[in-house]
């Protein structure tokens, strides 16, 4: 699915709200229409619509993020088998893509060693080391930074989309776990009460997790809401409760939610 719909970015400055859209986005300035909308002042913000050109590739985010209907082409079809200059073409980003982390994490003085390897069409690099740690950051956010950086090597000019995903000392392969065991524990809660459950704001990488891991669940759904850094899960009942009981209403108020997060409530 390629979308290219106009959308609009707000930020401080012109060059910050362009930075951000195109992160959003997942695609570089030269696939895009940028309109400078305003250029912000003392109290308003910058705002410039973004528009993703015809040529467009498909943008990480449509790769990474939900609803699984959207991506279901990455778990239930079979995979393709690359042809002779397609494997060429992805041993060459794999080798790029490597020398660009290792050079990253030289200069942010964390000694690690990287690796990587291709499976289904897709580059992965491991870093690991007694530092690995200090590439991961709070909830990963460095991480995901590097790895966003990767993608957009991995895919600068016209060719064929290419997945990049950067783990550091394990760390995706034990939040995916952790975050599966969650959705599951929450899919059997929210099926028992009929009501809907919200989840704190994640990244691509988390909500994919969540979305797929609850795809084939016959008593629940998911989807995605919000925008950026609060876009969250919410996982939905198919018997959907629509009238609450006298006590529900004293406990929660009227229209009210609960809201999971990881092993936290709130109301």
């Known amino acids: 699915m390629k979308n290219k719909t106009p959308m609009e970015f707000k930020a401080a400055t012109v060059d910050e709200a362009i930075a951000n859209g195109l992160k959003e986005m997942g695609l570089t300035i030269d696939q895009v229409d940028i309109e400078k909308k305003s250029y912000g002042g003392i109290f308003t913000k910058a705002c410039v619509i973004i528009t993703p050109k015809e040529t467009a590739a498909v943008t990480a985010e449509e790769i990474v993020a939900e609803p699984v209907s959207e991506i279901a082409s990455d778990s239930v079809e079979p995979a393709t088998v690359p042809s002779a200059a397609a494997l060429i ?57 590097i790895q966003y950086f990767a993608l957009m090597l991995a895919n600068k000019g016209e060719k064929e989309f290419v997945r990049v995903q950067v783990d550091a000392g394990n760390y995706r392969k034990k939040r995916k776990e952790t975050l599966a065991g969650l959705a599951r524990r929450l899919a059997v809660k929210t099926a028992r009460s009929g009501r809907r459950t919200v989840l704190e704001p994640m990244n691509p990488f988390e909500r994919r997790v969540i979305h797929t891991t609850l795809a084939d669940d016959k008593e629940v759904t998911t989807q995605s809401e919000g925008e950026g850094k609060f876009r969250h899960v919410i996982i939905i009942p198919n018997q959907e409760e629509r009238s609450y009981g006298r006590s529900d209403f004293r406990r929660n108020g009227p229209g009210k939610t609960h809201s999971f997060g990881y092993n936290k409530r709130r109301y």
Request: aromatic share 6%; hydrophobic share 35%.
């Open 89 to 145: 073409d992805l041993t060459a980003t794999e080798k790029e893509c490597v020398e660009f982390v290792t050079q990253l994490i030289s200069k942010m003085g964390v000694r690690c060693e990287v690796t990587s390897d291709t499976e289904n069409g897709e580059v992965n690099i491991y870093v690991n080391g007694d530092d690995a740690g200090l590439i991961i950051g709070y909830r990963g956010e460095v991480l995901d930074a």
